[in-house]
Protein backbone atom coordinates (compact mmCIF):
# COMPACT_ATOMS: atom_id res chain seq x y z
CA UNK A 1 0.00 0.00 0.00
CA UNK A 2 2.60 2.30 0.87
CA UNK A 3 4.35 1.71 -2.39
CA UNK A 4 1.63 2.25 -3.95
CA UNK A 5 1.18 5.72 -2.66
CA UNK A 6 4.36 6.58 -3.22
CA UNK A 7 3.99 6.13 -6.87
CA UNK A 8 1.26 7.85 -6.74
CA UNK A 9 2.57 10.85 -5.37
CA UNK A 10 5.42 10.55 -7.81
CA UNK A 11 3.26 10.83 -10.55
CA UNK A 12 1.57 13.95 -8.99
CA UNK A 13 4.52 15.65 -9.37
CA UNK A 14 6.05 14.72 -11.85
CA UNK A 15 2.68 15.90 -13.97
CA UNK A 16 2.73 19.00 -12.44
CA UNK A 17 6.75 19.90 -12.82
CA UNK A 18 5.42 18.88 -16.36
CA UNK A 19 2.69 21.73 -16.36
CA UNK A 20 5.92 23.81 -15.31
CA UNK A 21 8.11 23.56 -17.86
CA UNK A 22 6.74 22.65 -21.18
CA UNK A 23 8.69 21.50 -24.09
CA UNK A 24 6.18 23.15 -26.62
CA UNK A 25 8.02 23.12 -29.99
CA UNK A 26 11.24 21.44 -31.57
CA UNK A 27 13.74 19.92 -28.77
CA UNK A 28 17.27 19.76 -27.61
CA UNK A 29 18.77 16.89 -29.87
CA UNK A 30 20.87 19.38 -32.06
CA UNK A 31 22.78 20.10 -28.82
CA UNK A 32 23.58 15.92 -28.96
CA UNK A 33 26.97 16.75 -30.63
CA UNK A 34 27.79 20.21 -28.89
CA UNK A 35 30.64 20.73 -26.30
CA UNK A 36 29.53 24.21 -25.66
CA UNK A 37 26.65 26.17 -25.47
CA UNK A 38 25.97 30.21 -25.50
CA UNK A 39 23.33 30.81 -22.59
CA UNK A 40 21.90 34.68 -22.30
CA UNK A 41 18.81 36.05 -19.88
CA UNK A 42 16.69 38.59 -20.49
CA UNK A 43 15.14 40.54 -17.81
CA UNK A 44 13.07 43.41 -19.88
CA UNK A 45 9.57 44.88 -19.65
CA UNK A 46 9.04 42.17 -16.47
CA UNK A 47 5.40 41.92 -14.47
CA UNK A 48 5.76 41.60 -10.76
CA UNK A 49 3.74 40.06 -8.43
CA UNK A 50 0.25 38.87 -8.55
CA UNK A 51 -0.81 42.32 -9.49
CA UNK A 52 0.75 42.69 -12.70
CA UNK A 53 2.92 45.47 -11.47
CA UNK A 54 5.83 46.43 -13.58
CA UNK A 55 9.29 46.77 -12.08
CA UNK A 56 9.48 50.26 -11.72
CA UNK A 57 5.97 49.89 -9.51
CA UNK A 58 7.37 47.44 -7.74
CA UNK A 59 10.53 49.16 -6.70
CA UNK A 60 8.39 51.85 -5.77
CA UNK A 61 6.22 50.18 -3.57
CA UNK A 62 9.51 48.34 -2.06
CA UNK A 63 11.08 51.69 -1.48
CA UNK A 64 8.27 52.60 0.53
CA UNK A 65 8.16 49.74 2.57
CA UNK A 66 11.56 49.96 3.76
CA UNK A 67 11.42 53.73 4.21
CA UNK A 68 8.61 53.44 6.38
CA UNK A 69 10.72 50.29 8.59
CA UNK A 70 12.52 52.37 11.60
CA UNK A 71 15.53 49.27 11.15
CA UNK A 72 16.30 49.83 7.45
CA UNK A 73 15.09 53.26 6.41
CA UNK A 74 17.43 55.10 3.74
CA UNK A 75 20.07 53.50 4.31
CA UNK A 76 18.21 50.03 4.12
CA UNK A 77 16.67 50.54 0.85
CA UNK A 78 19.60 51.96 -0.71
CA UNK A 79 21.10 48.83 0.18
CA UNK A 80 18.68 46.58 -0.86
CA UNK A 81 18.21 48.56 -4.54
CA UNK A 82 21.60 48.14 -4.93
CA UNK A 83 21.34 44.48 -4.49
CA UNK A 84 18.39 43.49 -6.73
CA UNK A 85 20.10 45.88 -9.31
CA UNK A 86 22.92 43.96 -9.32
CA UNK A 87 21.41 40.38 -9.11
CA UNK A 88 19.29 41.40 -12.40
CA UNK A 89 22.11 42.56 -14.42
CA UNK A 90 24.70 39.75 -13.35
CA UNK A 91 23.45 36.97 -10.97
CA UNK A 92 20.51 35.81 -12.36
CA UNK A 93 22.80 34.31 -15.03
CA UNK A 94 25.06 33.17 -13.10
CA UNK A 95 22.54 30.94 -10.89
CA UNK A 96 20.53 29.54 -14.20
CA UNK A 97 24.08 28.66 -15.98
CA UNK A 98 24.78 26.75 -12.40
CA UNK A 99 22.04 24.83 -12.65
CA UNK A 100 22.78 24.06 -16.40
CA UNK A 101 26.07 22.61 -15.70
CA UNK A 102 25.52 20.84 -12.66
CA UNK A 103 22.29 18.99 -13.98
CA UNK A 104 24.18 18.13 -17.80
CA UNK A 105 27.98 17.74 -17.69
CA UNK A 106 29.08 16.62 -20.97
CA UNK A 107 28.10 20.00 -22.06
CA UNK A 108 29.85 23.22 -20.42
CA UNK A 109 26.73 25.72 -20.43
CA UNK A 110 28.70 29.32 -20.22
CA UNK A 111 27.59 33.29 -20.72
CA UNK A 112 29.29 35.54 -23.51
CA UNK A 113 30.36 32.17 -25.37
CA UNK A 114 30.76 31.86 -29.16
CA UNK A 115 29.23 28.35 -29.45
CA UNK A 116 27.03 27.64 -32.43
CA UNK A 117 23.95 27.65 -30.36
CA UNK A 118 22.36 29.38 -27.82
CA UNK A 119 19.77 29.07 -24.86
CA UNK A 120 17.73 32.35 -24.36
CA UNK A 121 15.79 32.55 -20.77
CA UNK A 122 13.53 35.67 -21.43
CA UNK A 123 11.88 36.35 -18.34
CA UNK A 124 8.34 37.53 -18.43
CA UNK A 125 6.34 37.70 -15.19
CA UNK A 126 8.38 37.30 -11.54
CA UNK A 127 6.95 36.20 -8.40
CA UNK A 128 9.59 36.69 -5.51
CA UNK A 129 7.88 35.45 -2.93
CA UNK A 130 8.30 36.07 1.00
CA UNK A 131 10.20 34.75 4.06
CA UNK A 132 8.61 34.36 7.32
CA UNK A 133 10.93 32.64 9.48
CA UNK A 134 10.20 29.18 9.75
CA UNK A 135 7.59 29.63 6.74
CA UNK A 136 9.08 30.59 3.15
CA UNK A 137 6.70 31.38 -0.19
CA UNK A 138 9.10 30.39 -2.60
CA UNK A 139 9.73 32.51 -5.86
CA UNK A 140 7.80 31.92 -8.96
CA UNK A 141 8.95 32.69 -12.75
CA UNK A 142 6.88 32.54 -15.98
CA UNK A 143 8.86 33.22 -19.46
CA UNK A 144 10.03 31.09 -22.24
CA UNK A 145 13.22 29.38 -22.90
CA UNK A 146 14.39 29.41 -26.81
CA UNK A 147 17.26 27.05 -28.33
CA UNK A 148 18.56 29.37 -31.27
CA UNK A 149 21.21 29.89 -33.54
CA UNK A 150 23.90 31.97 -32.08
CA UNK A 151 24.78 34.05 -35.33
CA UNK A 152 20.51 33.76 -36.61
CA UNK A 153 18.93 34.28 -33.81
CA UNK A 154 15.67 33.91 -35.71
CA UNK A 155 16.09 30.40 -36.10
CA UNK A 156 14.44 28.58 -33.59
CA UNK A 157 15.15 25.10 -32.75
CA UNK A 158 13.07 24.41 -29.39
CA UNK A 159 11.22 26.37 -26.99
CA UNK A 160 9.62 25.91 -23.80
CA UNK A 161 7.27 27.36 -22.11
CA UNK A 162 7.71 28.37 -17.75
CA UNK A 163 4.55 28.47 -16.22
CA UNK A 164 4.82 30.10 -12.39
CA UNK A 165 7.96 27.71 -12.45
CA UNK A 166 8.19 27.42 -8.19
CA UNK A 167 10.66 25.16 -7.83
CA UNK A 168 13.74 26.40 -6.12
CA UNK A 169 17.73 25.56 -4.81
CA UNK A 170 18.19 27.29 -1.44
CA UNK A 171 21.19 29.95 -1.26
CA UNK A 172 22.25 32.83 1.53
CA UNK A 173 20.53 35.30 -0.23
CA UNK A 174 17.32 33.20 0.21
CA UNK A 175 15.85 35.50 2.89
CA UNK A 176 15.66 38.27 0.62
CA UNK A 177 13.83 38.65 -2.65
CA UNK A 178 16.26 38.55 -5.38
CA UNK A 179 17.94 35.76 -3.56
CA UNK A 180 14.63 33.94 -3.92
CA UNK A 181 14.40 34.69 -7.58
CA UNK A 182 18.13 33.59 -8.14
CA UNK A 183 16.98 30.01 -6.52
CA UNK A 184 14.10 29.46 -9.02
CA UNK A 185 16.83 30.40 -12.19
CA UNK A 186 18.90 27.85 -10.55
CA UNK A 187 16.36 25.44 -10.01
CA UNK A 188 15.04 26.04 -14.07
CA UNK A 189 18.19 25.55 -14.98
CA UNK A 190 18.64 21.98 -13.43
CA UNK A 191 15.38 21.40 -14.34
CA UNK A 192 16.06 22.48 -18.09
CA UNK A 193 19.50 20.69 -17.97
CA UNK A 194 17.85 17.48 -17.47
CA UNK A 195 15.20 18.17 -20.22
CA UNK A 196 18.36 17.90 -22.58
CA UNK A 197 19.88 15.10 -20.63
CA UNK A 198 17.17 13.15 -22.12
CA UNK A 199 16.62 14.49 -25.42
CA UNK A 200 19.98 13.63 -26.68
CA UNK A 201 20.43 9.78 -24.93
Not at 29 to 52: A, G, R
Not at 55 to 61: I, V
Not at 124 to 149: N, R, Y
Amino acid sequence: MKKLFLMFFLIIAAAINAQKMTVISGDFKTLKDQTEVNVELKFDNVLMMKENFTEAQYLKNRKRDLLANPKRGEAGWQKWNGEWQRFKNEEYINYFVKGLNRSYKNITFKKESHAKYTLLLETDWVFPGWHGGMVVMTAEISGKIKLIETNNPSVVLAEVELNKFDKYVNNKEFVMEYGRVAGAYESIGKYLGREIKEAVK
